[in-house]
C-alpha cells in the first residue's frame, strides 16, 4: 500500500466519522425545552404539549451543587417533522405513523446517561394499537427507525380493545367494519360525535323499544334504511357499550375519517341533534375538535437517544400504486422534498434517483409501492440556499398515476414560514 492509499484511507474515515456525527440527528438547541431540576428530588415537569413528565430523584448524574440542567424536545405533528427532519420510515424501508418523538439532553455532561427510566404520559386524540418504541439508526444521512419490543399502551387499551372485540363480534354483519362504507345499516365513523351518549346506549341495547316509543331520531333513521330493524343485544352493560364507542372513536381518528364522509350526520340530525350539534357545518367542524376526548399514552426513556412512538401504517385502502416520481423543473441546490400524509404522522423523503427523478425513499428501484389509494397527501418542497424557494401541493394517492412537474413557486423563508404554519393548523393532533 503506498501513501496516496493511505491518504485516501484516511480521507474516507475523516469523510465517515463527520457522517457519524450527523447520525445522532439532533435538533436545534432552540427546539428544545430548558428545564433545571434538584438532582435528587422526584420531580414532575410539563412540556409545552401538556405531556407529563415524571423523574425520580437522581436520575441524571448531578456535577455540583445539586442541580442539572436538561432538555426535552417532543416532535409530535407531520410540521415539526418536516422542519426538523425527523421523517418516519423504519431501516426496512417500512413506512410508520408516529404518535411522537422525544429526546432529553444534559446541558454541560457530554457523557451523561441516564440512571433511572424518566415516565412521559402523552396526550393524545387517538391510541394506534401496535405501537412500539423505535429507536433511531441511520441510512444515508437519513434518520431511520427499528422497532423495538417495547409496545406503548393507551391509558384506556383494554375499553379499546374490549370494544373492539365487541364490535367485531356483534356489529360487523351489519355495519362496515373499516367504518366507512353504507351496508346493511350505516356506517358508524364518528358516530359518537353526532348523536348524544345516552341516546347511543339505550339505542344499541334495543333499538326497537325506541322505534316503538316513538323517538324521533330512532324513527328516522330506521325509515332511512329501508325499514330494516337492528338486531337488540339486552346483554350489553352500559361499560360494554361505552367501550364500544370508545372504540368507534379510536378507529374513526386513526382511520382519519373526516367531516366530508359523515353524510348520515345531515340525514336525521335535524330531528334530534345531539348537544353542541348544530347541522350548520362551520360550527360542526369546530364541534368535532372541541368534544374529542383527550388520551394519553405512558413510556419509559431509558436513554438519552431519540424514542419514537411508532406503529407501521396499515389501512384497508392499502394498495399497490404507481411511485410518486417527481420531476423538478430546475437542478436546485440544498433542495428538501417531502410526502406528508394529511390524516396520519407520516412523513416520508424524497431522494434524487440516478436519473434525476424525485422518488420516495422507499420506492427507489420499484415498479409498484404499498399505499393508501385515496388519501390525502401533502408535497412540500424546499430549497433553503439562493432565496429560499418553496411549494406545498395536496394531492390524493391515485392508483396509476403520481407523477408531477414541480416548479418551486413560493418564494421567501417568511412565506414558506406562514405555510408551515397554516399547514401546522389544519394538522389533528
Ligand atoms: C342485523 C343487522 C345489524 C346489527 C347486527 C347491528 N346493527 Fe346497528 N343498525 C342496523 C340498521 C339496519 C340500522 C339503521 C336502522 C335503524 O336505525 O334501526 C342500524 C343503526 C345503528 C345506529 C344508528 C346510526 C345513526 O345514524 O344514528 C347505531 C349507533 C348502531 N346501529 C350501532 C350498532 C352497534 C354498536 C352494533 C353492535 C353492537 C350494531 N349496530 C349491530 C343494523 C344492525
Redesign the pocket.
Known sequence: MNRSHLILISLIMIVSCKSDKKREFDVKDDQYQKFEIICDRDTTLWSKSGAEITIQANTFPCLSNNKVAIGFVEILDQADMILNEMYTISSDGQMLESGGMFRFKVYGNESASLLKPIQLKVPTQSVHPHMYIFTPSVDDEIITWDKTNTKVFASNSEEISLGDS??TS??T???ASNLRQNL???A?GN?HLY?DKDW?ND??RN?INM?ASGDS??LC??TK?RK????S?PF?TDSDIKA?YAFIENQSALQGIGESEMD?VFD?STIVPSEGFSSDTSSFQRFIFRDSLIRSYLIDMNSLLWANVDAFMRSPNMTSVAPFEIEASQDYEDFIMVLAFANRKTVIPFQKDSDGTYRLRNSIGKEKIQMPLGEEVVLIAYNQSDNFKFVKKTLKIKQNENSLQLELTGQGKAAFDKMMKDFQASLRR
Open positions: 365487541l364490535y356483534l356489529c354483519s351489519c355495519h346493511t345499516g350505516p358508524l358516530v348523536r347511543l339505542f344499541t333499538s322505534i331520531l330512532a333513521t330506521y334504511y330494516v330493524v337492528m338486531t343485544f350489553l364500544i348520515s336525521c
